[in-house]
């Protein structure tokens, strides 16, 4: 099959810790790859890496008409910022010369009404805060979008719309996606591939083949959580 | 004469609209303390002007330039060092500032602004240059709100996160600059943070934000220079104390 983006060798060293090292797999165009492991595996880290935001060793290769965008699993943002959703969704647009028109599409197609538009960030609910994020993501057309644990402070009902917003694009519009991800029965339900890391990818593959209960059981196991206990993504 | 009088304070309203616009991205982007840092580095090198015999701008620019770079180098990184050394700059400069200026005259005018007659080729640069800010501030407006809001999700949207900090730091030492000569580089800072926070007081909006927080500046530049001339008062201390009322004014407005 196609591949839209091939990962190799891929080591990430920050403040002289390696935290990633030895990474490679790749992501199959038009599929959901999800990626799994303990909090401080570097899942945060990879998919910066993949943005370039960080600086990495080895080789990330998107394809050439890879669109890449991406959903934050939280923002550091000031929550008092004089800033709407639609203010931020402009800015993009016009950074990238999107149309205002194609802007209006993407509203309309996930049902945000005019007034969460106009909200100030600060006052909206978590659940509108992320599809705020995704219609963000969505201006510019992208062909990838790496999800970092969207429902994180979501709750379930809300959880759950972004899951199916999530899988219709994949679906109707053949994005490609990486979903950082907590829960295993998500993992289970959307993902072709998954990926399992803690600082190097121990595993890789469909979720059935690759997820047996000895390496959920190793990639969670208690040396690791000690190990890395304490240490943020 | 009148024209004596209208140059400084057309120059005055424009670099105070400027200096507005500039501090309502500080706020946002919560750059204030080094950009009161900024201020001071400018002690020194109009201290080196002085004793050089150049224009005092010149000078403060020279040294203004050093620090904007240096703030640029440390924003990069985000450890506690950032915060002592931005300490250590701040309060070297004021320390070398005093010791190359040796006149307590010259000293003064440093710290509270005020630096002889307003030259012609001084009104042009100084007002050319405060209209460049606002253009180039305004070109900028939509990197610089996805860069405050997140400089992830802006590189993520192929923003060049560090040219555009740079270029702020940039547009914020120019504006210092050209409101030094009515300011002096003690207060300098609060015209540039007054008006925005004081606009901040009154909208939610980002739009509305910005050109009050421009407008405020103006305002407490006028009615400074007014108060300031009818009652023979020292201009810098008069603006920043009109600020001062307006953002107390401010405060009393009810919040939602």
Request: with cysteine; hydrophobic share 50%; charged share 15%.
């Amino acid at each position: 099959m196609d591949k839209i983006l091939n990962v190799s060798n891929l080591g990430v060293t920050l403040d002289g810790k390696q935290v990633l090292k030895n990474l490679s797999f790749d992501l199959e165009r038009g599929s959901t790859l999800a990626i799994i492991g303990p909090n401080g595996s570097g899942k945060t880290v990879l998919l910066k890496s993949l943005l370039g935001i960080l600086p990495h060793s080895g080789k990330t290769a998107w394809a050439p008409d890879a669109r890449v965008s991406y959903v934050p699993q939280k923002i550091d943002a000031d929550i008092h910022l004089p800033m709407t959703a639609k203010n931020l969704i402009s800015a993009k647009a016009d950074v990238q010369n999107i149309k205002d028109s194609d802007v209006n599409d993407i509203i309309s197609r996930l049902k945000i009404s005019s007034a969460v538009l106009n909200t100030p960030i600060g006052h909206l609910s978590g659940g509108q805060f992320q599809k705020a994020l995704i219609a963000f993501a969505m201006v510019g057309k992208p062909n990838v979008i790496l999800f970092d644990e969207p429902t994180a402070s979501l709750d379930q009902l809300a959880e759950e719309h972004v899951y199916d917003l999530m899988h219709e694009l994949k679906t109707k519009d053949g994005i490609s996606i990486i979903l950082v991800s907590h829960e295993l029965s998500i993992v289970y339900r959307y993902a072709d591939q998954v990926l399992c890391l803690n600082r190097e990818g121990i595993c890789f593959g469909p979720p059935e083949q690759a997820l047996t209960s000895e390496m959920i059981s190793k990639l969670y196991s208690p040396d690791h959580a000690l190990h890395h206990h304490g240490q943020h993504e | 004469m009148l024209y004596d009088q209208a140059l400084p304070l057309i120059l005055a309203l424009i670099a105070a609209a400027a200096a507005g616009l500039v501090g309502a991205f500080a706020l946002m982007k919560r750059t204030i303390l080094a950009g009161d840092v900024m201020s001071h580095i400018a002690i020194p090198g109009l201290g080196l002007a002085l004793l050089w015999k150049i224009n005092p701008l010149f000078g403060a620019g020279l040294t203004l330039l050093l620090g904007i770079l240096i703030i640029w180098q440390l924003q990069k990184k985000t450890s506690l060092t950032t915060e002592a050394v931005i300490g250590v700059i701040f309060a070297s400069s004021v320390a070398l500032g005093a010791l190359l200026i040796n006149s307590t005259e010259e000293l003064i005018d440093a710290l509270f602004g005020g630096f002889g007659k307003l030259s012609s080729a001084e009104f042009w640069f100084g007002s050319l240059v405060s209209l460049f800010i606002i253009f180039a501030l305004w070109q900028l407006r939509h990197k610089l709100i996805l860069t405050l809001f997140s400089p992830d999700l802006a590189a993520s949207a192929k923003v060049n996160v560090d040219r555009v900090n740079l270029w702020f730091l940039l547009l914020f030492g120019l504006a210092i600059l050209v409101s030094l000569r009515f300011l002096g580089a003690l207060l300098v800072g609060s015209l540039i943070i007054i008006p925005a926070a004081t606009a901040r007081q009154l909208t939610h909006s980002l739009n509305r934000f910005l050109v009050l927080s421009s407008l405020l500046g103006i305002v407490a530049m006028v009615l400074g220079y007014l108060i300031a001339s009818t009652y023979s008062l020292e201009l810098g201390a008069t603006v920043v104390v009109v600020a001062t009322g307006l953002f107390i004014l401010s405060l009393l407005k009810p919040h939602r």
